[in-house]
């Protein structure tokens, strides 16, 4: 992608994905779902999971799967707030963007 | 490069950092590994790179915890320090390339002007764009009286010959156009001759007289007609004559202006 994708999007992006399992999900899962949307190297998920969790977006337990511990990661109350915000910013802002791009058709 | 390998690697690297963020990792690593699945170990450890990069990323972000800085701005992870592929050519560099290009091209300008004698190398972007075309200008003035003086003897007869050949011909079609007008008219006045001649005779002979007056008629009217297609030809042709008379006295001034 010829657009860089900022950490504050990063961000939301990781929020949203884990967001979508109730159950909490798992890094590697985690960064796959990610990289579908974005074209980000795996090296790039960790950092930003482990931030989350120390600004408390995210908490994180263990669960036994194949018979070892699998950490999951999951959304806290303040991580849907932050997700929250992040939506309607990007909104905002993807509006404006589109306006912009497409603006000069409709109007 | 195995998964054992790559671990023990990461491991070695992270010692710097505190015990509890290294466990983490590892952990998150080997997760990692394991839901990959043995037969992805090779994919997984391409895609994430070398250890060492592995391992700056976590530093890094452990640094900007600390310090808050870097990582949260805009340009953000994906351009910064480590994310190696697929990251398209930072813009700025790339301007900066562009700028070098024309920077270059324009000191280049400055000194071709220098070899021919007129400016310095030292000239800049701007001044130098002002400063280009006045040395140009000189130097075809020059060029222009060094031809001049060059073509004078020869040229003054040949120069002299063309202006007269020039303001025959203006006359010429002056006085072809002002006589077809006066042409016209005198066949139109000797139309209304005849036709005169004519009624006088109507009493002597009338059959002579009708004939008389009647082609009278008709050449005046051929006259009139002739009258008002020439006024009308002279009314095209004449500023078109003219115009072009002034655009050939304007020509070599106007040039001298534009240049």
Sequence with gaps: MVFNTGAALLDAIVLAVVSRESEGTYGYKITQDVRRAIDVSESTLYPVLRRLQKDECLEVYDRQFDGRNRRYYKVTEKGMAQLNLYRVEWKTYSNKINEIFEGGVTA | ?259
């Design chain 2, 1 to 259: 490069m195995s998964r054992k390998e790559f671990m023990d690697r990461l491991e070695a690297l992270l010692a710097v950092i505190p015990a509890e963020e290294r466990s983490e990792a590892l952990q998150f690593y080997t997760d990692y590994f394991e839901d990959a699945g043995e037969e992805n170990e090779a994919q997984v450890i391409k895609e994430l790179g070398s250890p060492e990069q592995v391992a700056a990323m976590i530093k890094a972000d452990l640094k900007g915890d600390n310090s808050d800085s870097g990582e949260f701005t805009e340009h953000g992870y994906s351009d910064s320090r480590f994310d190696q592929k697929n990251n398209p050519v930072p813009r700025p560099n790339r301007y900066k390339r562009a700028e070098g290009g024309y920077t270059y091209h324009s000191t280049d300008g400055g000194q071709s002007y220098g070899k021919q004698g007129y400016g310095s190398d030292s000239y800049k972007n701007g001044e130098e764009y002002k400063e280009g075309p006045r040395t140009s200008k000189t130097l075809k003035i020059v060029l222009i009286i060094l031809i001049a003086l060059a073509v004078i003897p020869v040229g003054w007869p040949i120069l002299l010959g063309i202006v007269g050949i020039c303001i025959g011909l203006v006359c010429a079609s002056f006085g072809l156009f002002a006589g077809l007008v006066i042409g016209a008219l005198v066949l139109m006045g000797a139309g209304l001759f005849i036709f005169i001649l004519g009624l006088t005779k109507i009493i002597a002979a009338l059959p002579v007289a009708l004939l008389t007056s009647g082609s009278g008629l008709i050449i005046f009217i051929l006259g009139l007609i002739a009258v008002v297609a020439s006024v009308r030809l002279c009314f095209i042709v004449y500023p078109a004559i003219f115009r072009c008379i002034v655009n050939i006295c304007r020509w070599p001034f106007h040039r001298k202006a534009v240049s």
